[in-house]
């Protein structure tokens, strides 16, 4: 069967833009940002594709909530595209928006589409608006349930640790070998970083810098240190242009420059994050969606020369490459993970794009593209390649919800009623900015297999001792909850150290 080039999507033109200004100049806008990073991939894919675009995609953006980039890119870049809607700020909304723009241009309804984002939290927080950080954290409150609200179960940082530490044991590993684990891939991350010309951060960091807590690497939750987490103070914008392969030669463009857009796949969890059916191993969502984009692409592991897993926290990039089979000693990144290259909120994979497109140019054949979004929530998963893809792959549903939900086990009842012996089942401890405890929380199982949620009183040293020394694993040991006043908090039984 012979393509038609009009209906074959490629990634023609990459940007990326950091505004690194004084602390004296406030800095860029979101907007300002996706505009100054879609010059600069028009000018990469040779210029004049913005004039020609008919679609396009914007990662939202929660700097300037009072900003509308979906009116205001096209009018600053003046084009007036078809806008694909997307109302919600979630980390896999560029390898949707990548899918959405190949599939549209595969079916004759698009010829030039742009996929844009940018964050500016650095600017926000300068100028001291509501907008910024500290408004993003009050919309995570508002948003939360009561029971999470009222244990500090409330930001992303309040739930991954979760899966870490339920993780951890199910794979057999102590808590020294878990954070060994997360050394090295944070390592390799920062090392891909110090190449990357669009990281924010480019400096290698050993593994004990990494694991080892300091004034500079304080505790954030256990048992995650501030250079295992996304940084989001930044000011960084992404843009990439997918055009077909007909407007891209009619361009002028050279094959060699050309990377195709493959098929992708998709399945999500719950907006809930307590609504998960376990907490020690990968999400049904997150399997489902690496294993089938592997499957419909028909590749293995071994035919892949660059890897994005994305990294808010160690436990994804871990739970994805179990599944994928990518081994700890390889790097995970193209673009050097969220805490080096940048964590700008939703747009993070849209700099993943332009690392591997530019990746890809240089050197390899085939690329995967991993993202997450929310609370271990939204997945989406794509290849892209320096080869046409075969043509049953273009234009492909990545809907592959119905499958996610059918392998999802039951999820359990949960609540802060049951008083009694408790079997526990996952759990984390907070700090404040000088590194003391602020209090733990932990999920456990009463006797009928109810999840409990239950707080751990930061003055119970004894009880922060045992969930966070190493000595022996907490993860399916005894305790007992008992209520005081609203809240029920939780004491492990007696252990006997050795």
Known sequence: MTLDPRRIP?????????????????????????????????????????????????????SFRDLNPEVMVPQALGMAPHVSPCAMASGDTPVRHLNDAANAINRGQATVCLVTGGEALRTASRRNRTSGPGGGAFRAAATASDLRRRYGLVNAADIYPLYENATRPAWGQTLAQGQAETGMIWSLMSQVAADSEGAWIRSAATSDQIIEPTADNRRIAFPYNKLMVANSSVNQGASFIVSSLAAAREAGITDDRCVYVWAGASAHESEEPLERAVWDRPPSGMRVTLERVLQANRLTIDELDRVELYS??????????????????????????????????????????????????????????YANGGHCTHNHAIVVSRTPPPPD????????????????????????????????????????????????VVLARAPDRTRVVAKVDSAERAAIAFLTDGHSEPVGSLGTTERRGDTLFWAPSPRSDP
């Not at 028009?42 to 020609?52: K, S, V």
């Not at 390889?330 to 794009?353: D, E």
Request: hydrophobic share 40%.
């Open 10 to 62: 490629v990634i023609v033109g990459v940007g990326q833009y950091n505004d690194r200004r004084a602390p004296g100049d406030d800095g860029m806008d979101s907007v300002e940002l996706m505009v100054e990073s879609a010059l600069v991939a028009d000018r990469d894919a040779g210029g004049g594709f913005i004039a020609r675009c008919d679609w396009l995609g914007v990662v939202p953006q929660i």
């Open 312 to 369: 808010c926290f160690p436990c994804v990039p871990k739970m994805a490459r179990r599944v994928l089979g990518w081994p700890a000693d390889r790097p995970a990144t193209v673009h050097g993970g969220l805490t080096f290259g940048g964590g700008p909120i939703a747009n993070y994979m849209s700099h993943a794009v332009v690392a591997t497109v530019q990746a890809l140019r240089q050197a390899g054949k085939h690329g995967l593209l």
């Open 393 to 440: 792959l273009l234009g492909r549903d990545y809907d592959y919800q119905t499958e996610a939900e059918l392998a999802r086990p039951p999820i359990p009842a949960i609540g802060d009623d049951f008083e009694g012996p408790v079997t526990l089942e996952t759990y984390t401890v907070f700090y404040d900015r000088s590194g003391a405890p602020t209090h733990g």
